[in-house]
Nanobody
Framework: QVQLVESGGGLVQAGGSLRLSCAAS????????MGWFRQALGKEREFVST????????YYADSVKGRFTISRDNAKNTVYLQMNSLKPEDTAVYYC?????????????????WGQGTQVTVSS
């Protein structure tokens, strides 16, 4: 079992930055690939970014590529999402997730554990 707790969300103006953190506890963090998803009000949860267990491989949704950066610190059992040049359409609840495999890494079904989410609101 893995417990995930997100933090770092908040209200920011368009063009601003936020850094989300996801602290993991429980089983060995370094064995899991990690991902970030988001869900805007009235919309389905969507993939944002994912990182391999070693941190050597990362992927991003086209909508955030070049603006967001995912990273991890296995010594601190934490994964981060640095979000720059934020836009109002980035407003959503952001969820951290952990996966025990390399299958369906862009889909919700590929992840075994989820955090409770943190709200990000970008004002225009």
């Amino acid at each position: 079992q893995v417990q995930l707790v997100e933090s770092g969300g908040g209200l920011v103006q368009a063009g601003g930055s936020l850094r989300l953190s996801c602290a993991a506890s429980g089983r060995t963090f370094s064995r899991y690939g990690m991902g970030w998803f988001r869900q805007a009000l009235g919309k389905e949860r969507e993939f944002v970014s994912t990182i391999s267990w070693s941190g050597g491989t990362t992927y991003y949704a086209d909508s955030v590529k070049g603006r967001f950066t995912i990273s991890r610190d296995n010594a601190k059992n934490t994964v981060y999402l640095q979000m720059n040049s934020l836009k109002p359409e980035d407003t959503a609840v952001y969820y951290c997730a952990a996966r025990d495999s390399a299958w369906s890494i862009f889909e919700l079904k590929g992840y075994d554990y989820w955090g409770q989410g943190t709200q990000v609101t970008v004002s225009s």
